[in-house]
């Protein structure tokens, strides 16, 4: 793709995408772009790259030559342990071997997923169908609260506290999603938030829907509490917009994330079998998980549940053709009877292919379920 020259990349520890519940600063989401000069000049030519390890695919953004739309696309590869009767074992798709030895792959666009929980309209075409597909970063601007290596302008609490983390963890590995990690590690302007923020504003997207500003980091350093996150923490709650960014810079629960980056360390390095990997995505502290939309605000009535947590799929702006877009959840008391019955259906299910919400989303507390089948039986 052209992305080994010229380019710049930058890794987050906190995600709103698709791969959110995968991220964290032991396991980031690294994202490879062209790079923008001081002048903002857009590209000749716009393809980035998105990769969070621990599942198969890579996400891809193309500008297209023609029309200047922005195109998605889904990369979903396959390894030799995919056609093993055990299948990949969580060191496979959580280490550096997730990264090597595709056997084949398969590339699906905006419009095969739009009908799945993969799609990617439900947030880079926000203000609905038939409107302009965008790019999406909330955290625009300084001091990009969440985003490492970070010394474009100076050195940020990200870049000294995320990129130590990442660091201590995957000492022993040679790279992640591609970039070496002695380019990670001392990368001054080639890696950084800064960057990322240069294309997103050269490609003409510098205004972002429900945004995280520095306002917020600010409030927090101050008083400990940010009444600008609450507003639009709240905007997320009754449905309007995705999750907003985690106000403090580490979403982990420190003694999950040391007892994690430990395992890890041994595995990659032989001091521990391999079965003994712990899961380094499952280090989010419960205020995280909260306050990142993984499960609903504890007490939270039905109406609220099913506003924050279906809505960033189920808000009616996509096609109305498709069946998943019947069920509006900003629309509840038109809905037909039919369409409460299946979701109650859905939030009820006891397997994972057929229990809403996909589990890469989140998930509902007994509390929530019970909250939100009553709103539905209404």
């Given at each position: ?5 010229n380019?710049?990349f930058?890794l987050t520890g906190n995600s709103t995408?698709l791969?959110a519940?995968?991220v ?6 690294v994202i490879?772009?062209p ?5 903002l ?5 716009m393809?980035a ?8 695919f890579v996400e891809i ?5 023609g029309?200047?739309d922005?195109?998605f696309y889904?990369l979903?590869?396959?390894r ?5 009767a055990?299948?990949c074992?969580?060191?496979?798709v959580?280490t550096e071997?997730?990264e ?6 398969s590339?699906y666009d905006?419009?095969?997923l ?6 990617c309209?439900s ?12 790019l999406r ?6 001091p990009w609260l969440?985003w490492f ?14 990129l130590?983390?990442f660091?201590?963890?995957h000492?022993?590995d040679?790279?992640?999603g591609?970039v070496?990690?002695?380019?990670i590690?001392g990368?001054?302007d080639e890696?950084?938030?800064a960057q990322?923020?240069?294309l ?6 510098g205004e972002?829907p ?7 980091v600010?409030e927090?350093k101050?008083t400990?509490?940010s009444?600008t ?6 905007v ?8 907003v960014p985690?106000p ?6 420190g003694a999950k994330r040391?007892a994690a980056a430990?395992?890890?360390q041994?595995?990659?390095r ?6 003994n990997l712990a899961?380094v995505r499952?280090?989010?502290s419960?205020d995280?998980t909260?306050?990142l939309?993984f499960v609903p605000v504890?007490g939270?009535?039905?109406k609220?549940v099913?506003?924050e947590?279906?809505?960033?799929c189920h808000?009616g702006?996509?096609n109305?053709?498709?069946?998943k ?10 809905l037909p009877?039919?369409?409460?019955d299946?979701?109650i ?13 996909p589990w890469?989303?989140?998930s509902?507390?007994?509390d929530a ?6 709103e539905?039986?209404?």
């Open positions: 793709m052209g992305l080994d020259r380019r710049a930058a995408s791969v519940m995968n964290n600063p032991l396991n980031p989401r490879v772009f790079r923008v000069g001081a002048d000049k857009r590209p000749d030519a393809t790259v998105g990769f969070v390890r621990g599942e198969p953004v193309s500008r297209d030559a029309t200047g922005l195109n889904l979903s590869f396959e030799r342990c995919d056609y093993d055990s299948g074992d969580l060191a496979s959580l071997e997730i090597h030895g595709w056997t084949a792959y590339v905006q419009d095969d739009e009908a799945t929980s993969f799609d309209m947030c880079h075409r926000p203000a609905g169908q038939g409107t302009k597909r965008i970063m909330q955290e625009l601007s300084s969440h290596p970070q010394r474009f302008v100076q050195r940020t609490d990200s870049d000294r506290l995320l130590a983390e660091t201590d963890a000492a022993a040679k790279q992640y591609g070496p990690i002695a380019t590690t990368a001054i890696g950084s938030g990322l923020e240069a997103v504003r050269a490609e003409g997207f972002q429900n945004p995280f500003d520095s306002q917020i600010t927090m101050n400990g509490a009444p996150w609450q507003a639009r923490f709240a997320h709650l009754a449905g309007q917009a995705i999750a985690y403090a810079v580490d979403v982990t629960d040391v430990r395992s890890y041994d595995v990659v032989g001091a521990q079998a391999r079965a899961d499952q280090v989010f419960a995280a909260q306050k939309g504890p939270a009535d039905g609220t099913l506003l947590i279906c809505a960033r808000d702006r996509g109305p053709d498709l069946a877009n019947h069920f509006n959840v900003l629309n509840l008391d038109q009877r039919a369409e409460k299946l979701a259906d859905r939030i009820n299910a006891t397997t994972t292919a057929m229990r809403m919400p890469r989303v989140g509902l507390t007994p379920i019970a909250a939100a089948t009553a539905l039986n209404r």
